[in-house]
T-cell receptor, first 115, second 111 residues
Framework: ETGVTQTPRHLVMGMTNKKSLKCEQH?????MYWYKQSAKKPLELMFVYSLEERVENNSVPSRFSPECPNSSHLFLHLHTLQPEDSALYLC??????????????FGNGTRLTVT | GESVGLHLPTLSVQEGDNSIINCAYS??????FIWYKQESGKGPQFIID?????DKRQGQRVTVLLNKTVKHLSLQIAATQPGDSAVYFC??????????FGQGTTLQVKP
C-alpha cells in the first residue's frame, strides 16, 4: 500500500476517445503531481497542484487536462491523444512548502496505450 | 544545463555482494537529493535522501554518499538480495522545490 492510489492500472484508448485517470492520496499531503514515464527517458513533470491551485504546467499539450477538486484527489482528463502519448502516468504527492523530509510519494501508475 | 545522470544503465551483481549505483548531477545549487527504487509494475518508492550539508547518510542496508566537489551521488546497497532487483533513480532538488530525475540504473541480482 503506497498511500497514493491510481486507477485504472491499465488503459487502452483510441485516438478519438475521452478518458480520465484518477489519483487519490491518503497521506494528508497538500501538493499533488502528474508525471509521465516513457521508456529510456527520465520522469517528466507535467502538472503540479499546491493547495489545490495549479502552480506548474510544463508545456503539456492541451489534450491533457488536469483537475484537482481537493487536496486528496487529482484527475487527468485525456482527449484526442496520439500514439506517442502511450506511457506510464504517475501521480505523486508531497507536503509543501518544504521538500526536506517530505519527498514525493508515488502511486503505481496507469499504463496508457493509445491505439 | 540541468541534468541528472547515472553512469551505467544496467548493473549486474551477485547475491550477497555489495552494490554501488552512481549518479552525476550538474547543478551545484541543488540542496537535496533523493534515491528512488522502482520495481516492475510499480511506482518509484523512496529509499533514502540526503541534504547538501551532509556527505553521508545511512539507512537499513543502504548508504548514500554525496561528493559536492565533483557533483557525484552514490547509493550503496549492502549484501544485495534478489528483492533489490529494480530500477534505481536519483533525483536532485533545485532550490524552489523543482525535482529533476535521472534516467535510472537497472540493478540485476544474480542468484
Amino acid at each position: 500500500e503506497t498511500g497514493v492510489t491510481q486507477t485504472p492500472r491499465h488503459l487502452v484508448m483510441g485516438m478519438t476517445n475521452k478518458k480520465s485517470l484518477k489519483c487519490e492520496q491518503h497521506l494528508g499531503h497538500n501538493a499533488m503531481y502528474w508525471y509521465k514515464q516513457s521508456a529510456k527517458k527520465p520522469l517528466e513533470l507535467m502538472f503540479v497542484y499546491s493547495l489545490e491551485e495549479r502552480v506548474e504546467n510544463n508545456s503539456v499539450p492541451s489534450r491533457f487536462s488536469p483537475e484537482c477538486p481537493n487536496s486528496s484527489h487529482l484527475f487527468l482528463h485525456l482527449h484526442t491523444l496520439q500514439p506517442e502519448d502511450s506511457a506510464l502516468y504517475l501521480c505523486a504527492s508531497s507536503q509543501v512548502p518544504s521538500s526536506y523530509n517530505s519527498p514525493l510519494h508515488f502511486g503505481n501508475g496507469t499504463r496508457l496505450t493509445v491505439t | 544545463g540541468e541534468s541528472v545522470g547515472l553512469h551505467l544503465p544496467t548493473l549486474s551483481v551477485q547475491e550477497g555482494d555489495n552494490s554501488i549505483i552512481n549518479c552525476a548531477y550538474s547543478n551545484s545549487a541543488s540542496d537535496y537529493f533523493i534515491w528512488y527504487k522502482q520495481e516492475s509494475g510499480k511506482g518509484p518508492q523512496f529509499i533514502i535522501d540526503i541534504r547538501s550539508n551532509m556527505d553521508k547518510r545511512q539507512g537499513q542496508r543502504v548508504t548514500v554518499l554525496l561528493n559536492k566537489t565533483v557533483k557525484h551521488l552514490s547509493l550503496q546497497i549492502a549484501a544485495t538480495q534478489p528483492g533489490d532487483s529494480a530500477v534505481y533513480f536519483c533525483a536532485e532538488n533545485l532550490k524552489g522545490g523543482k525535482l529533476i530525475f535521472g534516467q535510472g540504473t537497472t540493478l540485476q541480482v544474480k542468484p
